[in-house]
């Protein structure tokens, strides 16, 4: 459809086309009264500016198809084209926002223009999504529906352009009132984020303050229980050495269940203070270069004693492939002497067996594996809390402080690594410390 533009009412007529072949074409509301704004503005300069020219509606029908607009007059052109695009001159008729707000309306605008060339704007406007498909069939009955519909006169355009302003002025105080409900809501959740980040502080810092307090009283209170469990352990073997006279078998018995509950006692006052050294940030890490087939001869000879034969087999594997370390010595083998120990009290039959292998990331995985009762699945995290004890038969006939496993893990983190678990009731556990092969010091 081609339209002339010589008389002012025509620009009124093409706004009124612009906005019935959008409707036709199956647009909402919106967009149909943006379609008619933004050719009555570009058919508005072309009246006023132009003196006059003509505009042109097609639809183009290949995907995604797409309502294409052209308005074009023979006037003098525009000279300072890029000013009024970048919004940065005005006319001295008007706002000079015409060509910016077709801009913005359509989905594309290009406009082309020289002095004394006139101007040509081209404009387009995708079809809706879920309108029906365009065909020719179609295009010949839009355009019988407009040769039906009989042409608005001014006023009765004018009338139409308030209502579509009235009915923007509604939208817009309806989405003022959304955004002030928004406002307040995100004030509200804005209040509740900073209350909630004070209480998150406030926990933070009595977590911290308690934990501070906790390591402060372990280190305190197991310092004073060194003393007496020393002098304990200093006089039962006094006693048992018989330096102060013999002994009736009744009486070694008693001071040699006196021993060994005060070596209990002992273990785990120094377990605690190297908890608390740990949690306190107060543990040194003397890294030292050693190997693993030393690391395992040390421990072979402290366990040879306590290993009766006949009985659970404490088994070394030979690992020559395995590379030096340069870490904690010390801190390793007290990880495996606990591990090993926790091996052999829950372990009546079988074996105990040692080994170290390289994972997959280099690092030196030492494996302790038991043929014991195995821990049930709901229960392997809770062996590495501290003072968890696990329920059953062999538990309760051998006891032991609940520091170990906790302490192992902790020390392992300490040195880069870590202690995992896999288990199986009745078949047997595996505990594996995986340490770096060089200690690095984190920041």
Do not use: W
Not at 83 to 105: C, F, K, N, P, V
Not at 122 to 135: C, Y
Not at 277 to 303: H, N, Q, Y
Not at 346 to 353: D, L, Q
């Amino acid at each position: 459809m081609s339209l002339e533009i010589k008389y002012e009412q025509d620009v009124v007529h093409t706004r009124q086309r612009a906005r019935q072949i959008a409707a036709l074409l199956g647009f909402d509301g919106q967009d149909q009264t943006r379609i008619a704004t933004a050719v009555s503005e570009i058919a508005r300069n072309a009246y006023q500016y132009g003196g006059g020219g003509r505009a042109e509606f097609r639809v183009a029908l290949t995907a995604p198809g797409a309502l294409e607009i052209r308005i074009e007059d023979d006037g003098p052109g525009i000279g300072r084209l890029q000013e009024i695009l970048d919004g940065r001159y005005q006319s001295h008729t008007g706002m000079g926002m015409g060509l910016i707000g077709a801009r913005r309306l359509m989905d594309r605008c290009e406009i082309q223009t020289a002095p004394r060339a006139g101007v040509k704007v081209a404009m387009e406007k995708r079809l809706p999504a879920n309108a029906p498909a365009v065909t020719a069939q179609t295009l010949r009955e839009i355009s019988e529906d407009l040769g039906r519909l009989s042409p608005a006169t001014p006023f009765d355009e004018v009338r139409r352009q308030n209502q579509e302003l009235l009915l923007a002025m509604e939208q817009l105080r309806d989405r003022e009132a959304q955004l002030l409900r928004l406002n307040a809501e995100l004030d509200d959740t804005d209040k509740g984020i900073m209350q909630l980040n004070a209480e998150l502080e406030d926990k933070a810092e009595s977590l911290q303050t308690a934990s501070e307090l906790k390591s402060a009283f372990l280190s305190n209170v197991t310092h004073e229980f060194r003393t007496p469990v020393g002098s304990i352990l200093g006089l039962s073997q006094f006693l048992l050495d018989r330096m102060d006279g013999d002994l009736t078998p009744e009486q070694e018995k008693q001071v040699l269940f006196i021993r060994k509950s005060a070596q209990t006692l002992m273990e785990m006052v120094n377990d605690l203070l190297d908890l608390a050294k740990i949690e306190s940030g107060k543990t040194e890490v003397t890294p030292t270069i050693f190997t693993v087939a030393d690391l395992f001869a040390a421990l072979r000879g402290m366990f040879r004693p306590l290993v009766a034969p006949g009985g659970v087999a404490l088994v070394f594997e030979d690992q020559p492939e395995c590379p030096n370390l340069h870490s904690d010595e010390g801190k390793i083998s007290q990880i495996l002497r606990n591990l090993i120990s926790n091996a052999l009290k829950f372990t009546e039959r079988g074996e105990v067996r040692v080994r170290c292998d390289i994972d997959s990331n280099g690092a030196l995985a030492f494996t302790v594996t038991d043929t014991g009762v195995g821990i049930a699945p709901e229960d392997q995290d809770r062996v590495f809390e501290e003072f968890s004890q696990i329920e059953g038969s062999l538990q309760r006939k051998v006891k032991g402080t609940g520091l170990g496993l906790p302490l192992s893990r902790k020390l392992a983190r300490l040195l880069g690594g870590d202690v995992t678990l896999q288990s199986q009731p009745g078949i047997g556990s595996t505990f594996t410390a995986t340490i770096p092969r060089t200690y690095s010091e984190r920041s």
